[in-house]
């Protein structure tokens, strides 16, 4: 009897666990989902609800370490001042783990078509953290 009991109190811990997982990876690949669309309407300030609005944000470029949601965001806008630089955004999910309880992390792959700019690509890791009830972006490396 005691071993039945424990079994279904370790079926029932794990399939709650696994449940909040895949709400949760549901939510960060929404949120991945909306940043496309708003990167494809030419929408970099809605690109950013995705970021933590913080100074300890940290983005990861190939120009080194920048910190903070305001110098992030000014950085989108200096790299992509226009439409054509902007172009078409497509994410491909590689990797999407949780390590800790209020932590996620994902790598993947990023490509621009840009007709008139020309094309370009390449690959980031995200790690999330879920503050005060939402997932959000605090470290962005992509090259």
């Given amino acids: 009897m005691r071993i039945s009991t424990l079994a279904v ?4 811990v794990g399939s709650n666990l696994m449940a909040q997982s895949a709400a949760d990876r549901a939510t ?3 949120t991945l989902d909306r940043q496309t669309t708003d990167w ?3 929408n970099i300030a809605a690109f950013m609800n995705g970021y ?7 983005f990861v470029g190939k120009n080194g370490v920048t910190y903070g949601y305001q110098n992030t965001y000014q950085g989108y806008l ?28 994902v ?6 078509t840009r007709p008139e700019a020309g094309d370009v ?12 009830g939402k997932w ?6 992509t090259s």
């Fill in 107 to 112: 790598v993947g792959k990023w490509h621009l």
């Fill in 121 to 132: 690509g390449g690959h980031y890791t995200l790690l999330w953290r879920k503050i005060k």
């Fill in 52 to 58: 933590w609005e913080s100074d300890s944000l940290m």
């Fill in 136 to 141: 959000v972006i605090v470290c962005d490396h």
């Fill in 9 to 12: 109190l370790l079926w029932l």
């Fill in 78 to 105: 200096k790299r992509y001042p226009d439409r054509a630089t902007m172009g078409t955004l497509k994410f491909d999910i590689l990797h999407l783990s949780f390590p800790a309880k209020r932590a996620a992390f």
């Fill in 28 to 30: 960060i690949l929404a």
């Fill in 40 to 42: 494809n309407a030419g």
